[in-house]
T-cell receptor, first 114, second 111 residues
């Protein structure tokens, strides 16, 4: 499967903890995006990386950080977790940087903070 | 700041009936608009984008800048159209790929 992959599928942790979500883009895609989907906020853009560099930022909390590695996979780090961080976190990838490039979404990582 | 509103959380129609999923946006510039769809147990995927002016699976959407709307329409709904539909906006320029999504509409097409 050459689609976007995300690990883990599910993550259960406690408040105050730190977790790392991982995303591998489609083969050939240089852009990676992170989105958060929660019941009250809906689907919210967090951040975009292109070829290792941060390119666009949404309302990403300071407790959250991301990076894209030379092999183009990306990680989203969430620290000092709060109950409200429980959500589905999606990664997407696209070929290029521009808005008209179709974004291909991964299956998501469901994070539960207890 | 940009905003996308999908006024209907749920929409039910019968097979063969016309369907229209509403999307309104607020943005002062020239946005790019998209419709994304998520079928049951599948990933979120692009359905269509306004710049392509295409018809996908019988769906069309016209950008109306005067009414700031981008409604999704299909003349004859099919059961396989049942899904969650999201309208999304990109502000262009240095927004790069940043998409602002609406809250989504669950479409159910009854046999």
């Amino acid at each position: 499967d050459s689609g976007v992959t995300q690990t883990p599928k599910h993550l259960i942790t406690a408040t105050g903890q730190r977790v790392t979500l991982r995303c591998s883009p489609r083969s050939g895609d240089l852009s990676v995006y992170w989105y958060q989907q929660s019941l009250d906020q809906g689907l919210q853009f967090l951040i975009q990386y292109y070829n290792g560099e941060e390119r666009a930022k949404g309302n990403i909390l300071e407790r959250f950080s991301a990076q894209q590695f030379p092999d183009l996979h990306s990680e989203l780090n969430l620290s000092s977790l709060e109950l409200g961080d429980s959500a589905l976190y999606f990664c997407a990838s696209s070929v290029g940087l521009a808005s008209y490039n179709e974004q291909f979404f991964g299956p998501g990582t469901r994070l539960t903070v207890l | 700041a940009q905003r996308v509103t999908q006024p209907e959380k749920l929409l039910s129609v019968f097979k063969g009936a016309p369907v229209e999923l509403k999307c309104n946006y607020s943005y002062s510039g020239s946005p790019e608009l998209f419709w994304y769809v998520q079928y049951s147990r599948q990933r979120l995927q692009l359905l269509l984008r306004h710049i392509s002016r295409e018809s996908i699976k019988g769906f069309t959407a016209d950008l109306n800048k005067g009414e700031t709307s981008f409604h999704l329409k299909k003349p004859f709904a099919q059961e396989e159209d049942s899904a969650m539909y999201y309208c999304a906006l990109n502000a262009g320029g240095t927004s790069y790929g940043k998409l602002t999504f609406g809250q989504g509409t669950i479409l159910t097409v009854h046999p």
